[in-house]
C-alpha cells in the first residue's frame, strides 16, 4: 500500500500532482494505493478519480510523519533549498521509486521524470467534464494568457513582470502569427490592470482548466495549475512559460523549483531569449554541480522561509527586473 494526503492549503495543480505521483509511483512498484483528505480536493465539481483503497485514517491540515494503519514507513521527498534566497529548487527524487510496502509519502513530485519512468496513460487516472463552447480557442491565430495573481502579488520575486509577458507576447506574434489574445486568471482585477484591452474569459476554474486543455497557444504563468490541462490537451500547443520558474525575475542560474522543467515547454528568460527544456535541464544542473556551496539538503515538504521576517518582507517587495 502507498498512501498521501491533499491539503487544504494545496492549489489544484498541487493536489493533482500529489494524487497523480500516487498512482504512478504505486503503478511502478504494483502495489495498492489510497488518497486521503478528499474533501479538500478543489476540482471535485469537473475531476472525478478512484481514490483508492477505503481506509480510516485521522484528518490531517499539513504533512505529518505520524503512522497509522496499516502504514509502516514514512517518505518525505527531498528538498533543496537555495541558502541566499531561501526558496525551493529540488529535483526529481528518485527514491520515491524505491518505496517499501505500506508507506506513507509526503511532497510536491511535480517532476516529468517520474512522469517518464513509469508506463502508463493519464487518461486512466483522471476523467475530466468538458466544455464544448471552448473548442473555438483551438484556432492558430488564438493566445491565452495564463495569468496569476492572489497572493503571488505579494512578493516580487515570484509575480511574473509585465516585461515577461510582453516578450512572449512579441513572440507569438512573430514566430506563430497571432493575433488575438486572451486572457484565463484567478486574479481579473489584475489581469485587467496588466493588459485592460485583453479580453478576460470567464472567471471560473472549470471553464480555465477546459481553456488551456484546449488552446494551440499559451503563454504560462509560475503556477503547477497549467500543466494538467496541457498534458490533456490534443491540440500539440505551443508553450511558453518563464525560465527559472518561480524565481523567473531575479535568479542567476537556479530554477525554483528544477522539477517544473517540462519537455514540451519554451522557456523565456529576462532578456527576451528562448530556451528549450533540454538546454534549460543541462544549464540548471551544472548550475547545480558548479555551486553546491550555496544549497542545503533537506527531507521535508515545503520550501523554507527566511529567518528574518523584515528582510523578506522588504526584498519580496523591491526587485530590479533584467
Same mark, same amino acid.
Given at each position: 500500500?502507498?498512501?498521501? #494526503?491533499?491539503?487544504?492549503?494545496?492549489?489544484?495543480?498541487?493536489?493533482?500532482?500529489?494524487? #497523480?505521483?500516487?498512482?504512478?509511483?504505486?503503478?511502478?512498484?504494483?502495489?495498492?494505493?489510497?488518497?486521503?483528505?478528499?474533501?479538500?480536493?478543489?476540482?471535485?465539481?469537473?475531476?472525478?478519480?478512484?481514490?483508492?483503497?477505503?481506509?480510516?485514517?485521522?484528518? $490531517?491540515?499539513?504533512?505529518?510523519?505520524?503512522?497509522?494503519?496499516?502504514?509502516?514507513?514514512?517518505?518525505?521527498?527531498?528538498?533543496?533549498?537555495?541558502?541566499?534566497?531561501?526558496?525551493?529548487?529540488?529535483?526529481?527524487?528518485? $527514491?520515491?521509486?524505491?518505496?517499501?510496502?505500506?508507506?506513507?509519502?509526503?511532497?510536491?513530485?511535480?517532476?516529468?521524470? =517520474?512522469?517518464?519512468?513509469? /508506463?502508463?496513460?493519464? @487518461?486512466?487516472?483522471?476523467?475530466?467534464? /468538458?466544455?464544448?463552447?471552448?473548442?473555438?480557442?483551438?484556432?492558430?491565430?488564438?493566445?491565452?494568457?495564463?495569468?496569476?495573481?492572489?497572493?503571488?502579488?505579494?512578493?516580487? $520575486?515570484?509575480?511574473?513582470?509585465?516585461?515577461?509577458?510582453?516578450?512572449?507576447?512579441?513572440?507569438?506574434?512573430?514566430?506563430?502569427?497571432?493575433?488575438? @489574445?486572451?486572457?484565463?486568471?484567478?486574479?481579473?482585477?489584475?489581469?485587467?490592470?496588466?493588459?485592460?484591452?485583453?479580453?478576460?474569459?470567464?472567471?471560473?476554474?472549470?471553464?480555465?482548466?477546459?481553456?488551456?486543455?484546449?488552446?494551440?497557444?499559451?503563454?504560462?504563468?509560475?503556477?503547477? !495549475?497549467?500543466?494538467?490541462?496541457?498534458? @490533456?490537451?490534443?491540440?500539440?500547443?505551443?508553450?511558453?512559460?518563464?525560465?527559472?520558474?518561480?524565481?523567473?525575475?531575479?535568479?542567476?542560474?537556479?530554477?525554483?523549483?528544477?522539477?517544473?522543467?517540462?519537455?514540451?515547454?519554451?522557456? =523565456? /528568460?529576462?532578456?527576451?531569449?528562448?530556451?528549450?527544456?533540454?538546454?534549460?535541464?543541462?544549464?540548471?544542473?551544472? @548550475?547545480?554541480?558548479?555551486?553546491?556551496?550555496?544549497?542545503?539538503?533537506?527531507?521535508?515538504?515545503?520550501?523554507?522561509?527566511?529567518?528574518?521576517?523584515?528582510?523578506?518582507?522588504?526584498?519580496?517587495? !523591491?526587485?530590479?527586473?533584467?
Amino acid at each position: 500500500m502507498i498512501g498521501t #494526503y491533499l491539503y487544504a492549503g494545496q492549489g489544484l495543480g498541487n493536489q493533482l500532482w500529489s494524487y #497523480y505521483a500516487l498512482r504512478l509511483i504505486a503503478k511502478k512498484l504494483s502495489l495498492p494505493f489510497a488518497l486521503f483528505g478528499t474533501e479538500y480536493f478543489k476540482g471535485s465539481s469537473f475531476i472525478s478519480f478512484d481514490p483508492g483503497a477505503a481506509i480510516i485514517a485521522p484528518k $490531517r491540515l499539513g504533512p505529518n510523519s505520524t503512522l497509522f494503519d496499516p502504514f509502516q514507513n514514512y517518505f518525505s521527498e527531498q528538498q533543496i533549498v537555495h541558502v541566499g534566497e531561501y526558496c525551493d529548487v529540488r529535483p526529481y527524487d528518485s $527514491r520515491c521509486l524505491s518505496l517499501l510496502p505500506n508507506t506513507l509519502i509526503d511532497g510536491y513530485f511535480q517532476s516529468e521524470k =517520474l512522469v517518464r519512468v513509469v /508506463d502508463h496513460n493519464i @487518461f486512466d487516472f483522471f476523467s475530466i467534464r /468538458d466544455i464544448n463552447e471552448l473548442s473555438f480557442l483551438s484556432d492558430d491565430k488564438i493566445c491565452v494568457l495564463n495569468i496569476r495573481g492572489g497572493e503571488y502579488k505579494k512578493n516580487k $520575486r515570484l509575480t511574473l513582470h509585465k516585461k515577461y509577458w510582453e516578450n512572449a507576447m512579441s513572440y507569438m506574434q512573430g514566430n506563430r502569427g497571432v493575433d488575438q @489574445f486572451l486572457i484565463v486568471t484567478d486574479d481579473p482585477e489584475y489581469a485587467h490592470k496588466l493588459f485592460p484591452k485583453i479580453e478576460i474569459l470567464e472567471q471560473d476554474m472549470h471553464h480555465d482548466f477546459i481553456a488551456l486543455s484546449k488552446v494551440k497557444n499559451i503563454i504560462l504563468s509560475n503556477s503547477s !495549475f497549467a500543466y494538467f490541462p496541457l498534458r @490533456f490537451n490534443k491540440q500539440s500547443p505551443h508553450i511558453i512559460a518563464p525560465k527559472y520558474w518561480a524565481r523567473h525575475n531575479v535568479s542567476d542560474g537556479y530554477w525554483a523549483c528544477r522539477s517544473n522543467i517540462y519537455k514540451d515547454y519554451l522557456y =523565456l /528568460d529576462r532578456a527576451g531569449q528562448i530556451m528549450d527544456s533540454d538546454a534549460c535541464e543541462h544549464e540548471a544542473d551544472k @548550475f547545480i554541480q558548479q555551486n553546491k556551496n550555496a544549497f542545503s539538503y533537506k527531507y521535508h515538504t515545503y520550501a523554507a522561509k527566511h529567518p528574518n521576517r523584515m528582510k523578506s518582507f522588504l526584498r519580496n517587495r !523591491f526587485i530590479r527586473y533584467g
